[in-house]
């Protein structure tokens, strides 16, 4: 089988399917790697290496061709026309939500599967895109906060004064949430946090964060504010208005990791405001090694989709259209 691998930056995508590392274990297991130039640039690793772990180094529609396309992000509608029937194409679409689109590339007769699918069970794990990308994304939130920041986190007693730790709180318990709380507490910040989900509780002191059910309330004094809640395919709830962000401490930190938890439009230029859903990134490499990890593991699993049983638990989730048809939840 010949593995290709996308160039994803002209869509703002800084990430890669790939790494040299899982390029090395498509070959080992007899496959051919053929690998987009410039595919890994935006992600710390340059041609030299995918060439180093035995890729073949070739233009987009050289790509195209392969029997099994690896992408972070769905195909351009130009790259449509190279698809052919047999093949397989597994990407993210979680923000791919044109139906029309989809309807084109099923058309097109190839195979997708849709590793943002991917069913939160315990067998899922090693596959499990959004959570990998999600734990980045929480950790780039707050190193980010504490970088933009206009003092020390932690708690400081010196013979000059004492500083005393930063107050932080992070609305959204999920995975990037958890991670957010996770860091800040670790960096000495007194972190506290609110999810909606029962379990929430637990898993936010687990990490170090005190769990406060009238979260709002604590917003207006608090250094930091890190809102987290989506999920993919819902609408965003918004849980800050610009009220509440208006009445923080001068200089304070906003990141809204869902692109509309947070109320836009205060009047606050001191605030330092960051509203990004792919704060993952930001720190390419990481993003990438890990996603690469999560492709590795599904293509391992299913054997690089040789037979395909539809009634798998997993399958059934991820395969999104095959043989120009509509699988799953798309209709």
């Known amino acids: 089988m010949k593995i290709g691998i996308i160039n994803n930056f002209l869509r703002d995508e800084t990430r890669v399917c790939a790494t040299p590392q899982t390029v090395e274990t498509y070959i080992k297991d007899g496959h051919e790697v053929v690998a987009e130039k410039g595919a890994g640039l935006q992600s710390g690793f340059d041609d030299a290496a995918y060439r180093a772990a035995g890729a073949d ?17 769905p195909p351009r509608k130009t790259d449509l026309a190279y698809f052919k029937e047999g093949q397989w194409l597994l990407c993210d679409l979680t923000t791919f939500d044109d139906k029309a689109e989809l ?10 599967i849709d590793m943002g699918k991917m069913p939160r069970i315990s067998r899922a ?3 499990d895109i959004l959570s990998s990308q999600a734990m980045l994304a929480g950790y780039k939130a707050a190193t980010t906060a504490l970088n933009a920041l206009l003092q020390t986190a932690p708690l400081f007693m010196t013979s000059a ?17 958890l991670q957010a709380v996770s860091v800040l507490k670790r960096m000495g910040a007194n ?5 909606i989900r029962k379990e929430s509780k637990t898993e ?3 990490v170090g964060g005190k769990f406060v059910s009238n979260i709002i309330h604590e917003i207006k004094t608090a250094n930091v504010l890190i809102c987290s809640a989506f999920s993919a395919g819902k609408k965003v709830p918004l849980l800050a208005r610009k009220e509440d962000i208006s009445s923080m401490p001068f200089a304070s930190v906003v990141i809204d990791m869902a692109e509309g938890n947070i109320e836009t439009g205060f009047a606050r230029d001191d605030i330092y405001f960051v509203r990004d859903k792919h704060l993952e990134r930001k720190i390419a490499l990481s993003a990438s090694t890990l996603f690469a990890n999560n492709v590795r593991a599904f293509l391992q699993t299913f054997g690089y989709m040789k037979k395909v049983d539809f009634e798998d638990e997993i399958l059934r989730d991820v395969v999104v259209c095959s043989d120009g048809f509509l699988r799953g939840r798309i209709k």
Do not use: H, N
């Open 103 to 112: 309807q084109d590339l099923a058309k097109t007769d190839i195979g997708v």
């Open 125 to 127: 794990q090693t596959m």
């Open 191 to 195: 972190v506290l946090a609110y999810d």
């Open 57 to 73: 180094m070739k233009e987009r529609q050289d790509v195209l061709k392969c029997d099994f396309i690896l992408s972070v992000l």
């Open 161 to 177: 004064g004492t500083l005393f730790p930063i107050k932080a709180v992070v609305i959204g318990a999920g995975v990037a949430g």
């Open 204 to 206: 936010i002191e687990s």
